[in-house]
C-alpha cells in the first residue's frame, strides 16, 4: 500500500511538474495583466502629470457620453465585416482552386502564402506608397484608361485600402487551413456522389463544406480576433483618419493612452474589447453545435 501510495504522489508531482510552466505563464502573462488593467481603468491615471487617483467606475460611465467611442466601434464593425467576408470567401476560393490537381499549383501556393511571412509593418509601407495618389496601383488604372482616387484620403476609399492590404497580407494561412482541410475530404464520398449525378456545386455544398466546417468555424474564431486587434496598418496607412474614418477600437484606444495620457481610460476602452472579443468567440464556439459537423 505504501508503495502504491508513493506511486500516486510522484505521478502527482510530475504532471503538476509538466503543467506548471504553462499555469505560470498564464498567470503572470495573462491573468496579471489583465488584472492590473482591471484595476487601472478604475482610476484617473495621468503619467505626465503623475497622478493616480481612484475614480471607481467613472471611465466606464464616460463610455456612453464618448461619441469617439461611438465611431470607433462603429468603424471597428465595418472594419472586420469586411475583412472577414472578403478574406474567408477569397481564402476558401483560392484552397478550391489549388486543390485542384494542375500544373504549378504549388508556385502558387507559395505565392500567396509569402505575404504571411513577411514583415507586416514592411509590407504595410510598400502598400502605402503603392496606394498613393501618384502610387502604383493609379498608375496601373492610367493604364487602362481609368482614373483612381486618392485612396488613403477619403473615407470610403480609405477603409476598402486598409481592408484590402490586411486580407492580401494574411488570406495565405487561411487558405493553407482550408487546403488541409480540404485535402482530408475522402475522395470515395465525392466519387460516390458523382455517381449518384451530383454536380460540382451540390458536391461542395452537401459533402466538402460539412467536412470541413471545424476548419472554418477555427479560421472565422481567429480572423474576427484578428480584425478587432488590428493596429499597425491603421497607424502606417491613415493614422486613423481621414476625419475618424479608420480609427477603429484599438487605435482609439492608443490614442487615448499615448496621446492623450489618460491611461484610466485607455484602460476601461481595454477591457471592453476583452469582453467583446470573449463574447463573440463564445457566441462563436456556442454556435457550432448548430452547423459543424460532428458537433450536430
Known amino acids: 500500500m505504501a508503495t502504491a ?16 510552466p504553462v499555469v505560470l505563464g498564464s498567470l503572470a ?40 467611442l461611438g465611431d470607433a466601434l462603429l468603424a471597428t464593425v465595418w472594419f472586420s465585416i469586411g475583412l472577414v467576408v472578403v478574406n474567408i470567401a477569397l481564402a476558401l476560393l483560392l484552397a478550391v482552386l489549388l486543390n485542384q490537381k494542375l500544373p504549378g499549383t504549388t508556385t502558387f501556393r507559395t505565392f500567396f ?13 510598400v502598400w502605402s506608397f503603392l496606394l498613393q ?18 485612396w488613403l484620403r477619403h473615407p470610403t476609399t480609405a477603409m476598402i485600402a486598409v481592408v484590402i492590404v490586411q486580407v492580401f497580407k494574411n488570406v495565405g494561412l487561411n487558405m493553407i487551413l482550408f487546403l488541409a482541410a480540404l485535402q482530408g475530404v475522402p475522395e470515395e464520398l465525392q466519387e460516390a456522389a458523382r455517381l449518384d449525378g451530383a454536380g460540382a456545386w451540390r458536391r461542395f455544398r452537401s459533402i466538402t463544406l460539412p467536412l470541413i466546417s471545424p476548419t472554418i468555424l477555427l479560421v472565422s474564431i481567429i480572423t474576427i480576433v484578428g480584425s478587432l486587434e488590428v493596429f ?4 502606417v496607412l491613415t493614422g486613423g483618419g481621414p476625419g475618424n474614418s479608420t480609427t477603429v477600437l484599438v487605435y482609439y484606444l492608443y490614442q487615448q493612452a499615448f496621446r492623450f495620457n489618460e491611461f484610466g481610460y ?8 476583452f469582453l ?8 462563436q464556439w456556442q454556435s457550432r453545435k448548430r452547423w459543424v459537423f460532428h458537433e450536430v
Open 266 to 273: 485607455a484602460s476601461a476602452l481595454a477591457v471592453l474589447l
Open 133 to 150: 495618389a501618384d502610387g502604383g496601383i493609379n498608375g496601373f488604372l492610367s493604364v487602362l484608361g481609368a482614373e483612381g482616387p486618392n
Open 29 to 68: 502573462f495573462v491573468v496579471l495583466p489583465l488584472g492590473m488593467v482591471v484595476w487601472y481603468s478604475l482610476h484617473e491615471w495621468n503619467v505626465l502629470a503623475n497622478t493616480f487617483t481612484f475614480v471607481g467606475a467613472e471611465n466606464y460611465q464616460r463610455m456612453a457620453s464618448d461619441p469617439g
Open 276 to 283: 467583446i472579443v470573449l463574447v463573440l468567440t463564445l457566441l
Open 113 to 125: 502564402f509569402s505575404p504571411v511571412v513577411v514583415s507586416l509593418v514592411a509590407w504595410t509601407i
Open 5 to 20: 501510495s508513493a506511486a500516486v504522489r510522484r505521478d502527482w508531482l510530475v504532471g503538476y511538474t509538466m503543467v506548471a
Open 232 to 235: 499597425a496598418q491603421i497607424d
